[in-house]
């Protein structure tokens, strides 16, 4: 594991401190040759606690219990998890790849729920698989990139019908930018109920491998600031535009501070995957609902 990758994982959060503790760095402790951790402090008042390697992070309210520790390489679990794959959805057949219905997701939705699986969040695979936090029976990451109107409007509602968790990754340049993606009040009453977390997708959805690095840097961590600032809590997942990545830019996404990077190949995640490399299983609008289903281990 490289040593920067190594610095950079160390932090997990969630907020819930009193407003009155003021941001504190406590103390970075060793964990055998390559593992180590921050526990950090803060009140509402934004603050930044980390500016390593160009990734700008904030603290808000983060309880000492709150940490990821980075575990060693020879440590890590190896369970593997399936993270379903989402673009868009609509009230009639598209007879697009990246389109499903709002009958097609409820019937997907309907058959993990009663096949046993329990939905999670990238926060939640994070503590497991660095932490070694158990994971509930047949978890399950439902993932939507992009932050259409529709996920709102569609998806929403059926992931509360069904109290399915999703993560949802955002292009930050779009989010309320027009009629077709949602904003800030949509994120936070989405967010508020519980079932729903905001992961990076970049600034404005450009394939990074095209960008010279300083480029590619800014998408990187300005994605991470904007949410972060906004939703006053880390954020953990970059999902690359496109699937387009390479091993600089996956270089580049550790170093901004994310604990996973997440392309299309179209198999369940693990970690012997590489932690920026993580699969997923694409959910193909123009198939029938059930077809994702012969991706799953318990066909």
């Not at 103390?27 to 934004?46: C, L, M, N, P």
């Not at 390697?53 to 020879?74: D, M």
């Not at 990754?169 to 993606?181: P, Q, S, V, W």
Request: charged share 20%; glycine share 8%.
């Amino acid at each position: 594991m490289r040593a920067e990758g190594g610095q950079m994982r160390k932090r997990l959060f969630r907020y819930g401190l009193p407003l009155l503790l003021l941001l504190a760095v406590l103390q970075v402790f060793a964990v055998g040759s390559t593992d180590a951790y921050r526990v950090y402090q803060g009140t509402r008042e934004k603050k930044t606690f980390s500016n390593v390697g160009g990734a700008i992070h904030y603290a808000v309210n983060l309880p000492r219990s709150y940490v990821i520790r980075t575990a060693t390489r020879r440590e890590v679990w190896t369970s593997e998890v399936p993270i379903l794959e989402y673009h868009a959805f609509s009230t009639k057949q598209e007879h697009d790849v990246w389109f499903v219905t709002a009958d097609a997701f409820e019937k997907q939705l309907r058959y993990l729920s009663e096949h046993g699986y329990s939905s999670i969040s990238f926060q939640e695979l994070a503590k497991a698989w660095y932490e070694h936090r158990p994971l509930p029976p047949k978890p399950v990451i439902i993932s939507i990139d992009d932050g259409y109107m529709n996920n709102y409007t569609i998806a929403y509602p059926l992931l509360k019908k069904y109290k399915m968790k999703a993560s949802i990754f955002l292009t930050t340049k779009m989010i309320g930018a027009d009629a077709n993606h949602f904003g800030w009040p949509e994120i936070r009453e989405m967010e508020g109920s519980g079932l729903v977390t905001f992961e990076a997708h970049g600034v404005s959805h450009q394939n990074l491998t095209k960008l010279s690095e300083a480029h590619a840097r800014r998408e990187l961590v300005d994605a991470k600031q904007v949410l972060e600032e906004k939703l006053e809590h880390p954020v953990v997942c970059y999902s690359y535009p496109g699937g387009y990545n390479n091993a600089k830019i996956r270089q580049m996404v550790e170093a901004a501070g994310y604990f996973f990077g997440t392309v299309g190949k179209g198999g369940y995640a693990s970690m012997s995957q590489g932690a920026y490399e993580l699969q997923r299983i694409i959910v193909n609008g123009t198939q029938p609902p059930y077809q994702f289903v012969e991706s799953l281990k318990d066909k």
